[in-house]
Structures are given as structure tokens and as C-alpha cells.
């Protein structure tokens, strides 16, 4: 599934149906001299287009959006962006589940626990009636207009409610996004987008955001800890979790997987970011409920490396998972324990990975060992004619659908544990 960073319109501080936007010439709406123009500045440097070029400097192709009357100027900027496409949604619902695969503020709340880039843009209140001590409708009914803004406390929120920091607070939202893979909040007062400022360009300054890269002399005591772990080990394994894809590892596993000649398997929630085409992989681990013959070989194993799992009730079958910590090396998107220890900060798992390919030996045997107990699964008979359709007929059925344009969203309960058994062709997700 595209993951890439895109905006939900979602509930502004005092905006409960959506963002939505208000033109500064519109009733309600005054504009005060604090908020006009600067006549020095260029024709077409307002605070709208300042966000629409910024968003697609940073990779946004499409914006979600649920049109309203706090949140229409700043629309009319976005759709004036060559480089955006605004995606017109019939709530904000639909725009959450759009953007982040949930609804608005499950959005935000799943996108967290997801690590998902997030920049869920909002109209909001004029910046005259802050402080005011009116009643707005789009509202719960109080004055206070930071009611909604609570709901969203996430790794960032901004209020824009004056042009003088405006630039500083987008450049700081759509930063921490991007630098801490989460979402964040950022609410415009409706009467802002169209006025300029002298901190805008027509064409802003090309945006940089410094990579994360690791500690050299942490990564390199951390692949020699765990050369020596793995080549003292008969039959090491490979496990995939779900932070691969906030870490960006996916192709740095599959090399070490090449390198090293491991089996592989993944966690539940891992599944799709990695190749099930790939001859060493071995299903899905999932404790005593994992894909057949696939926690023989991984429980058995004296080695495992496990990158970027998640231990949690689910993921472990109640904490049921046959493993030892002295035998696993946990690798986190920035840190690395091998084994009871020692531990190794500010190492990148993707540079890790990609440096252990370089040195580790080939060690087949997990692989082997698989290959001699696996025994094919067996297929559905077929349904006869008014028979009631089986579960198992069914999702047959689905498997034979799957390409690879397809996204598969399975929710929890049957969907989950049948899709569990499905092989995914290349590029599904």
C-alpha cells in the first residue's frame, strides 16, 4: 500500500465536521489591519502557496480533502499547486481511511501507532475571534477553541494564527513528520492562506531535512557482536517485524537474506512488507498459530535475528512464543541488542543490515531443514452445485485474485487469520 506522506482534512481546534476554510472577505470573517499585506512583497507568496509548494517538495502527491467553509481559501491554494492532486472526499471519515487507513481521529491514533508521516492540515477559526470569548459554529459550544486541538496531541501541533511565525511552525510540522515517521497536526485560521508575507517566496527554499545515519563506531562494534554471535550459531534465522517499514529496511532484509542463505519468516503484522516469493521464506511466525511448519524452525533455531518486531499480547499469542533472549538478536530502527547483551544505540537498522550482509557466513541449514518437513498444503474440494460456501473455498478464491497491484487490508478476526495464509505474489502489499 502507498504510504507516502499525505494530509487528512481532518477537525480543525474548533472544527468538528472537517477542515474547512473561510474567505477572508466572507461574513463572520474580518480581516484586521494586523493581518494585511506588506506592499513589498511578491505577487504570490501568500501562506496557501507557500504550503502547497512545500508539501511537494517533501513527496505529496495527493491531498484528502473534505471541503467547508473554514478551509475554502486555503483549498483554492492547494488546487492552484501544478504538483498536487486534491482527492474531494465525502467526509472526513472517508479522508481519514483515504490517508491512514482509519477514521479521522483513529487516523491520527493509528498513524501513530503505525509510524505513519501524517500532516493532517485543518482550517480553523479566524484569528480575530481568538481570545474573543464567541461561540463559532463548528464547534462543541465553548469558547475554548482548543478543545479538538487536545484530541490531536501527537509528536506536533501548530496553530497558525499570525503570518510572522507561519512559515516557521509548516516547516516545523512537516519536519518532525518526516524525521520522527508520525503525524502531526497543523490548524490555519481561515482568514490567513491568501495574504502574503515577507517570509514567503513564490518558490520556497528548497527544503533539507538531514538523514538519519549511525554512530560509525557503534555500527561497526554492533556488526562484529553479531558476526560472532551468528557464526557460532548451527541453524540462525531471519524474522521480518512491522518497524521494517518505518526503517525503510525492506530491501537491506532481503539482501541479508541473499548474503546469508537464512531462512526467513515474518511477524503477522510484517506481512506484505517483504517478498513472499523468495524460495528461503518461510510463512508467517506466530507462535503455536503460525503458518505450517514455520515455528519448527524458528523456535528450534540457536540463533534468530528479529528486526523490528513488536512483542506485544497479539503478536505473541499471549506471550506463548517459545523463544529465549539469549538466543535473539533484536534489531530496532536505531538500535541493536545481541543476545542478554551488550546493547548498541544510534545504529540504523538499514545500514546495519546492509553491513552484515557483507560479512556474515552462509549458513543454509534452517533452510534445509525446512525444505525436509515442509509438507505442501492441501487444496479445498470443490464446492458442489446450492452447496453453502466454505471459509476455506472462499479464500481460495481470493488467493486466485491476488496480483501484484493488489493491497490487502484484512481486518482482525477470519479475515486476519485466512489472509495469514495467503501467498502474496510480488508487490502486493
Not at 501562506?47 to 495527493?62: E, F, N, Y
Not at 462543541?140 to 511552525?169: K, M, W
Not at 538519519?212 to 554492533?222: I, Y
Request: glycine share 10%; net charge neutral.
Amino acid at each position: 500500500m502507498d504510504t507516502r506522506v499525505g494530509s487528512v482534512d481532518g477537525p480543525s481546534p474548533a472544527a468538528s465536521n472537517g477542515a474547512v476554510g473561510c474567505p477572508a472577505s466572507a461574513q463572520g470573517c474580518p480581516m484586521t489591519s494586523a493581518a494585511r499585506p506588506a506592499a513589498a512583497v511578491s505577487a504570490g507568496a501568500s501562506l496557501g502557496r507557500h504550503l502547497a509548494r512545500r508539501l511537494v517538495q517533501v513527496g505529496v502527491g495527493d491531498v484528502f480533502a473534505v471541503p467547508g467553509d473554514f478551509n475554502l481559501t486555503l483549498l483554492d491554494h492547494l488546487i492552484a499547486e501544478p504538483g498536487l492532486r486534491l482527492v474531494g472526499c465525502c467526509n472526513e471519515l472517508n479522508a481519514g481511511y483515504a490517508c491512514a487507513r482509519r477514521g479521522v481521529l483513529n487516523a491520527i491514533a493509528g498513524a501513530y501507532s503505525e509510524n505513519l508521516p501524517v500532516i493532517c492540515i485543518a482550517g480553523g477559526p479566524n484569528s480575530n475571534d481568538y481570545g474573543t470569548n464567541r461561540i463559532l459554529h463548528h464547534t462543541i459550544g465553548l469558547p475554548d477553541f482548543s478543545q479538538e486541538l487536545r484530541c490531536f496531541q501527537t509528536s506536533y501541533q501548530a496553530v497558525v494564527t499570525n503570518l510572522d511565525d507561519a512559515h516557521e511552525q509548516i516547516d516545523t510540522a512537516i519536519a518532525t513528520a518526516l524525521r520522527e515517521s508520525k503525524p502531526v497536526y497543523l490548524s490555519i485560521s481561515c482568514n490567513l492562506p491568501g495574504l502574503p508575507h515577507p517570509t514567503f517566496s513564490r518558490d520556497p527554499v528548497p527544503f533539507f531535512l538531514a538523514p538519519k545515519v549511525s554512530n560509525k563506531m557503534g555500527l561497526e562494534a554492533a556488526i562484529e557482536a553479531t558476526v560472532e554471535f551468528l557464526n557460532k550459531a548451527v541453524k540462525p534465522v531471519l524474522v521480518g517485524g512491522p518497524k521494517l517499514r518505518v526503517a525503510k529496511a525492506g530491501k537491506a532484509f532481503v539482501d541479508l537474506v541473499d548474503a546469508s542463505g537464512y531462512g526467513y519468516a515474518v511477524m503477522p503484522s510484517a506481512k506484505g512488507l517483504v517478498p513472499e516469493t523468495h524460495p528461503h521464506f518461510l510463512g508467517t511466525y506466530w507462535g503455536a498459530i503460525s503458518t505450517a511448519f514455520c515455528a519448527e524452525i524458528v523456535e528450534s533455531a540457536d540463533a534468530y535475528i528479529f528486526a523490528g518486531p513488536i512483542f506485544n499480547d497479539y503478536s505473541s499469542v499471549g506471550y506463548s512464543f517459545l523463544l529465549k533472549k539469549d538466543k535473539a538478536i533484536i534489531v530496532q530502527p536505531d538500535r541493536v541488542i545481541v543476545g542478554n547483551g551488550p546493547a548498541f544505540g544510534c545504529v540504523m537498522m538499514k545500514e546495519y543490515l546492509s553491513e552484515l550482509a557483507k560479512r556474515v557466513k552462509k549458513n543454509t541449514t534452517a533452510y534445509e531443514n525446512y525444505k525436509r518437513i515442509f509438507v505442501p498444503e492441501g487444496q479445498p474440494l470443490e464446492s458442489e452445485p446450492n452447496e453453502p460456501l466454505r471459509v476455506n473455498v472462499l479464500f481460495k478464491h481470493i488467493q486466485k485474485m491476488l496480483n501484484g497491484d493488489n493491497a490487502v487490508i484484512a481486518e482482525t478476526g477470519d479475515s486476519w487469520f485466512n489472509c495469514q495464509k495467503r501467498k502474496l505474489p510480488e508487490g502486493c502489499g
